[in-house]
C-alpha cells in the first residue's frame, strides 16, 4: 500500500468532577456548583509506526489525558492554577487541557509525531466548548 498524503485522527474520551463558579455571570452559574464534565481528547498525525502500523497507541493518549484532568478532579477550579486568575469557563478548560496534554504527549517518547488537535469539554452533554488552534 503506498503512503497516504492524508493525516489520521484519533480519540479518547474521559471524566472529571469539579465545582466552579463564573465570575462576572450575572446569574445561576456565578454561585459555586458542579459538573460531571465531559474531555474529549483528539490528536492527529500523518504516519504509522513501522512496526505496528499505528499512529499512536490508545492507551499512551489516555495516559497524557488522565494525567491532565487528575490534577482538575474533585477540586474547586477556582482555586486552581490558573483558573484562581481567569474563569474556569468550558472554554479556558478546553484551552488549558489542551496545552497540558500537548505537553504530556511530548514527554512521551511513544508519542512522536503527534500533536493534539482539539479538545471538547462539555459540562452537559447537550452543549459544548471545543478549542484547537489552526
Known amino acids: 500500500m503506498e503512503p497516504s498524503k492524508g493525516c489520521w485522527i484519533l480519540t479518547v ?23 460531571n ?22 492507551k499512551d493518549i489516555k ?6 484532568l487528575e490534577r482538575l478532579d474533585h477540586k474547586d477550579l477556582n482555586f486552581c492554577q490558573p483558573f484562581d486568575t481567569i474563569n474556569p469557563s468550558s472554554e479556558n478548560l478546553a484551552r488549558f487541557i489542551y496545552h497540558e496534554a500537548q505537553a504530556e504527549l511530548a514527554a ?8 493534539v488537535y482539539s479538545v471538547t469539554v462539555s459540562e452537559r452533554s447537550p452543549q459544548s466548548a471545543t478549542y484547537m488552534e489552526e
Open 108 to 115: 512521551n517518547p511513544a508519542c512522536t509525531g503527534i500533536r
Open 63 to 68: 495516559k497524557a489525558l488522565k494525567a491532565v
Open 13 to 35: 474520551r474521559d471524566e472529571f468532577s469539579s465545582a466552579h463558579a463564573l465570575r462576572h455571570y450575572q446569574g445561576k452559574c456565578e454561585a459555586p456548583h458542579g459538573h
Open 37 to 58: 464534565f465531559s474531555v474529549e481528547l483528539r490528536v492527529k498525525g500523518h504516519t504509522l509506526t513501522r512496526d505496528t502500523e499505528l499512529l499512536a497507541d490508545f
